[in-house]
């Protein structure tokens, strides 16, 4: 039924000049899916950046909170959703880890979307306990090297992006150190705080209050360049040559959505990222603005799909 649905919104679409639709959009309230519950960092920057979306084009923007399964629920709907440009998907990195990571899902992470343009970027931090004699990354992977399987690093949980980071640090430096999965980002900085783990590559948004009390080390950043959030502290890809993991946050709309809806909604999404408001409440929640293109958005999640599926068949995760 939802294919019928789909197919009668794209020929309607397609009766209408393309220059009048980009035009007249968005003419109704849009729904904006977050396939996550309230208060995570994809809430956040989506309601940010929404609301300003809605002032600026008079229409608002309506969140729609859609969580479970990793993502893979709102998701689901939004695949389902009619090409419009009525129903949007504010998602991180993670849905194109779900398409390694679960065994089948409803959907097809790169045929039945399109990228809208980024939001921000979600850097991790390699974070250590104060215990460890580490003052560099350099230091860890050195200690890392004297020490095999003797230092613990806590994650979020088996697949999750801080999993996948340390993984390609392991593989890139051959360190062996020992995954302690977490049921999500509190507990996984619960367990280093606590002394139960040496390390984690941790999201900068889950320890940055943790850095900047002194109650745990930061060693570099995943990204490529510096973040905002933690000026001083450099890449791991200046220690180790090629290292970069740069987790996002974007905008994704039901694949056939017309062109000319994709252009206006990105226009409008990097003007609200170029407000000097907008990026300073961005970077005091640890999130880096990260204005793109529709096709630099689509270039990055290609690179993305194929990476997260090496490292994720490299870690052997798995969700049934």
């Known amino acids: 039924m939802w294919v019928i649905v789909r197919l009668a919104a794209a020929v309607a679409v397609a009766c209408v000049p393309l220059a009048a639709v980009a035009q007249s959009y968005p003419a109704k309230t849009v729904r904006v899916v977050i396939p996550w519950p309230p208060g995570g960092s994809n809430d956040v920057v989506g309601r940010i950046v929404m609301q300003k979306l809605g002032e600026a084009t008079g229409q608002q923007f309506i969140v729609d909170n859609r969580g479970g399964a990793a993502g893979s629920i709102g998701a689901d709907a939004v695949a389902k959703a009619a090409p419009d440009g009525y129903t949007i998907m504010v998602h991180s990195t993670t849905h194109v880890g779900n398409a390694h990571l679960y065994k089948k899902l409803p959907y097809d992470v790169v045929k039945d979307f399109t990228g809208v343009g980024m ?59 020992v995954h302690v999965p977490y049921k999500g980002g509190g507990p996984q900085v619960t367990a280093l705080l606590a002394g139960e783990a040496q390390a984690s590559l941790a999201t900068i948004a889950s320890v940055i209050n943790q850095l900047r009390a002194g109650r745990l080390k930061a060693l570099g950043v995943t990204s490529a360049k510096p973040s905002r959030s933690l000026p001083g502290v450099p890449p791991i890809g200046d220690s180790v040559k090629g290292y970069e993991m740069s987790p996002w946050i974007a905008v994704f709309a039901p694949a056939g959505t017309p062109k000319p809806i994709i252009d206006r909604l990105n226009g409008e999404i990097n003007k609200v990222l170029a407000q000097r408001d907008v990026q300073d409440k961005l970077v005091s929640q640890a999130l880096d603005p990260w204005p793109s293109t529709p096709d630099e958005m689509n270039r990055q999640i290609g690179i993305d799909y194929e990476k997260y599926g090496k490292l994720i068949q490299l870690t052997g995760a798995k969700i049934e």
């Open 119 to 177: 939001l921000s970027g979600q850097p991790g931090v390699l974070t250590v306990h104060p215990s460890l004699p580490a003052k560099s990354v350099k230091d860890f992977i050195a200690l890392a090297k004297a020490r095999p399987g003797q230092i613990l690093y806590s994650t979020s949980g088996n697949g999750s992006n801080p999993h996948l980071s340390m993984a390609l640090l392991s593989s890139m430096t051959g360190i062996n150190v």
